[in-house]
């Protein structure tokens, strides 16, 4: 079996084997089981414990041999010292693919660790095995629903288009758990860990040519020892679908932090940024431009030139985003006499009705502003389109309104980020409703939306390479 | 009476008349009224409506003349061309202040605006009367429970130090929603509008120098014909208090949308940005650094030095916040032997120990993890600390636990900025109650936690000048 159809057994397993199963809420055992139970997994669970008969409800087995069916995954969260006779039965089992929860490796101070890490790399290797770790929290495919990882509310996130690739298990949970707050959809999340055998060549020529759900893929990276095969991959895969990088480790002490954490050096950042900026890879340099910037990838239509209209409910974070928009290599768009006429004839003059429009007088019509939309959207001098509205008291219900318009128009050809902003529990229906509907990708704040515009646009020109 | 004794009635004003009250939601009138009443302003109400004789369960005036009692702060809703006329009453009554809420003058592109303006500037420059607009939302003062404004949620804010002048309106529900959201408390913001009387230079007085509530300043500036008074007025608010500044309109168009807007140029930027640096004041560069900069100078006692302890639950957010140190002139602190020794001895050598700590092995004792939380702000080698947790199934209840140990322990005299990451729901009563207390601010994410003490540093180098 080739690896590629090994890993999608892995990734979408018809059965999985939790070795070190318990229902002690203690155990990391505890937490995988709660995972794939609560994360209601539709394939066949077998837990594996030689003290139990049953676990979470379900039949037990003594060891992985006892178990009468074919098991496609084997999560192991059994001590590091038991790790390698594990896998000796893994193989036995014919199990295609391995997510080695358990620590205790190269990462640590004893040199034991590593005698351990080399042990189990061998044994991968010799049986062809691959494996996710070990020391990692797992990986979650939101696209199947099968939650292989500690932490079950990960199930929670929306699904859609974007694979996370990390080099840390921690930076998951924090991009994961922003990514339910922004409400970005995702296909798949991994922590690669020490990366035995499974490294981010692997993993992203795997979501990025096997994996149909994938279609943003974004990588944060720490370290690596060789970084040539990862930009060998992206440049091939680059080409099929986007790829965003965080680097860590930029500092001199981030990069000794690098080396304990993960085993390998983060390497002098000036080298990466240049790499990173030769591949077909988009840099990005927080948390929270990573999700705004997948998130836009995945759902609006590509950004095909730099000419950005504003259209704001209220000036001043019209503004605000044009500024960003300048800064971002974006600039605001100079509409058709034929649209401005028509702009005109729909806002009094009592505002501005230039680029960035000021859209304050139709805040009472939600079909003027979606009419001013439309015909800025067909507007041949306009690439893609920053739509902005703040709650106030007298306009309740003007999300309520616009959803219901969006609902009678077609999917745009131009992309769109809206900006929404209201006191919690106010719009927060409508927003969910609406973004990703039709090409429009609601973001946070005035200047993240005009931040992933101008990444589309980087995008864009990467892709034409 | 002097300028400041007026203002002070019309910020905290005993008794409010709204003129153009109303009880029909399509009008501001019914908006301000709402906004007073839902938030339970304890003064004195006067609707005044000449075709009612009760709103919102109010006794009514015909006019303001016919009022009884003392009017601190009239609200004026009417329709332009009647407000100076309004104005006339005004002074007869004595008010002491207006807020001006009505648009339709000099930002119009008809002249009659204009006119209009030139004509309240000319009555209320003959009675001396302090305007707050005309064309603003207005204010809101949540350290007395005074929302004058046509925006009630705004009485949601959390109460606390922080101050917000904004020549936008727009920009003032922007911040206001995101201080909802990320907990900053607040004493008051306001919308400067056209300035007709009371511009930056009177408001920041104001509260620089007769407001105790006000701790932080934060200015939102679009354009000023007369930058040079608002510098001068910089230099001596800003020895007592820290002012923060956020610029727009810093590209052509951008300043061609503040002339629109609110009748002003906003003015070449580099010279914006030199004349700011060159004052005590703090320039950021989007909405979410101003709130979360303004919240840590409001919780957190001062930086004093360049030396940041990072500790975090789990290493990759550990690393991308010290490298958002490092980018904002921080730099990681080295500990005392002494106190790596202890910290050797709390966490076993399977993580990283030294600057940044990696928590990890501590996750299931919140007492390891404060112990080597005050051990780090005890050491001479350290200036503030940065502390990281991300939720993950198996610590459900860590918060919890070390919101009860924080209860026993002193304030902090050096700056804890805190970031604490889960699903939503999960932590949230937790974050919320320990916001603020014994000097921590808990921010959103790792970089933008460290990003704010970046300021924090910023801020105190300029206090020392």
């Given at each position: 079996?080739?690896?590629?159809?090994?890993?999608?057994?892995?990734?979408?397993?018809?059965?999985?084997?939790?070795?070190?199963?318990?229902?002690?809420?203690?155990?990391?055992?505890?937490?995988?089981?709660?995972?794939?139970?609560?994360?209601?997994?539709?394939?066949?669970?077998?837990?594996?414990?030689?003290?139990?008969?049953?676990?979470?409800?379900?039949?037990?087995?003594?060891?992985?041999?006892?178990?009468?069916?074919?098991?496609?995954?084997?999560?192991?969260?059994?001590?590091?010292?038991?790790?390698?006779?594990?896998?000796?039965?893994?193989?036995?089992?014919?199990?295609?693919?391995?997510v080695?929860?358990?620590?205790?490796?190269k990462?640590?101070?004893?040199?034991k660790?590593?005698?351990?890490?080399?042990?189990?790399?061998?044994?991968?290797?010799?049986?062809?095995?691959?494996?996710i770790?070990?020391?990692?929290?797992?990986?979650?495919?939101?696209t199947?629903?099968?939650?292989?990882?500690?932490?079950?509310?990960?199930?929670?996130?929306?699904k859609?288009?974007?694979?996370?690739?990390?080099?840390?298990?921690?930076?998951?949970?924090?991009?994961?758990?922003?990514?339910?707050?922004?409400?970005?959809?995702?296909?798949?999340?991994?922590?690669?860990?020490?990366?035995?055998?499974?490294?981010?060549?692997?993993?992203?020529?795997?979501?990025g040519?096997?994996?149909?759900?994938?279609?943003?893929?974004?990588?944060?990276?720490?370290?690596?020892?060789?970084?040539?095969?990862?930009?060998?991959?992206?440049?091939?895969?680059?080409?099929?679908?986007?790829?965003?990088?965080?680097?860590?480790?930029?500092?001199?002490?981030?990069?000794?932090?690098?080396?304990?954490?993960?085993?390998?050096l983060?390497?002098?950042?000036q080298?990466?940024?240049?790499?990173?900026?030769?591949?077909?890879?988009?840099?990005?340099?927080?948390?929270?431009?990573?999700?705004?910037?997948?998130?836009?990838?995945?759902?609006?239509?590509?950004?095909?030139?730099?000419?950005?209209?504003?259209?704001?409910?209220?000036?001043?974070?019209?503004?605000?985003?044009?500024?960003a928009?300048?800064?971002?290599?974006?600039r605001?768009?100079?509409?058709?006499?034929?649209?401005?006429?028509?702009?005109n004839?729909?806002?009094?003059?009592l505002?501005?009705?230039?680029?960035?429009?000021?859209?304050?007088?139709a805040?009472?019509?939600?079909?003027?502003?979606?009419?001013?939309?439309?015909?800025v959207?067909?507007?041949?001098?306009?690439?893609?389109?920053?739509?902005?509205?703040?709650?106030?008291?007298?306009?309740?219900?003007?999300?309520?309104?616009?959803?219901?318009?969006?609902?009678?128009?077609?999917?745009?050809?131009?992309?769109?980020?809206?900006?929404?902003?209201?006191?919690?529990?106010?719009?927060?229906?409508e927003?969910?409703?609406?973004?990703?509907?039709?090409?429009?990708?609601?973001?946070?704040?005035?200047?993240?939306?005009?931040?992933?515009?101008?990444?589309?646009?980087?995008?864009?020109?990467?892709?034409?390479?």
């Amino acid at each position: 079996m080739a690896l590629k159809e090994k890993l999608k057994k892995l990734f979408s397993p018809d059965s999985v084997a939790v070795i070190g199963a318990s229902d002690s809420f203690d155990k990391l055992g505890y937490h995988v089981m709660k995972s794939l139970v609560k994360g209601q997994y539709k394939g066949k669970i077998y837990p594996v414990n030689p003290r139990a008969e049953n676990l979470w409800g379900i039949k037990t087995y003594l060891s992985l041999r006892d178990i009468p069916g074919e098991v496609d995954l084997g999560i192991i969260v059994v001590p590091a010292p038991s790790v390698p006779e594990t896998l000796h039965e893994c193989s036995k089992k014919n199990v295609k693919g391995v997510v080695l929860i358990t620590a205790g490796y190269k990462e640590i101070e004893d040199s034991k660790g590593e005698a351990l890490e080399r042990e189990i790399k061998e044994i991968a290797g010799r049986y062809e095995i691959p494996i996710i770790g070990p020391n990692t929290f797992g990986f979650v495919n939101l696209t199947d629903g099968v939650n292989a990882s500690f932490t079950y509310e990960f199930s929670l996130i929306k699904k859609g288009g974007v694979t996370l690739i990390s080099q840390s298990g921690g930076f998951c949970h924090l991009c994961g758990f922003l990514a339910m707050e922004e409400r970005m959809g995702m296909a798949k999340l991994m922590s690669l860990g020490n990366r035995v055998n499974v490294d981010f060549p692997e993993a992203l020529s795997y979501f990025g040519e096997e994996d149909e759900a994938t279609k943003v893929i974004a990588l944060y990276i720490e370290g690596l020892d060789e970084p040539r095969h990862l930009f060998e991959t992206i440049r091939l895969v680059g080409q099929k679908k986007p790829i965003i990088a965080y680097k860590a480790g930029k500092s001199e002490k981030g990069d000794s932090a690098s080396r304990f954490h993960t085993g390998s050096l983060a390497g002098n950042y000036q080298i990466w940024k240049g790499a990173l900026r030769q591949s077909n890879i988009l840099e990005v340099t927080s948390s929270e431009e990573l999700i705004d910037t997948a998130k836009a990838l995945d759902i609006c239509a590509p950004l095909k030139g730099p000419r950005i209209a504003v259209l704001s409910g209220q000036a001043g974070p019209g503004m605000i985003a044009a500024d960003a928009l300048e800064d971002g290599d974006l600039r605001l768009a100079r509409f058709t006499d034929k649209t401005q006429e028509k702009i005109n004839g729909l806002l009094p003059p009592l505002a501005i009705r230039t680029n960035p429009v000021d859209m304050g007088p139709a805040w009472y019509s939600p079909e003027t502003m979606l009419d001013i939309l439309k015909m800025v959207l067909e507007d041949k001098e306009t690439d893609g389109v920053i739509f902005i509205a703040m709650f106030a008291s007298a306009n309740l219900e003007v999300t309520r309104t616009m959803e219901g318009l969006m609902e009678n128009i077609e999917p745009f050809e131009k992309p769109v980020i809206a900006c929404f902003t209201a006191p919690s529990g106010i719009w927060d229906k409508e927003i969910t409703r609406m973004d990703g509907k039709k090409g429009v990708a609601i973001l946070h704040t005035p200047e993240r939306a005009a931040k992933a515009m101008a990444n589309l646009w980087k995008a864009n020109l990467m892709m034409r390479q």
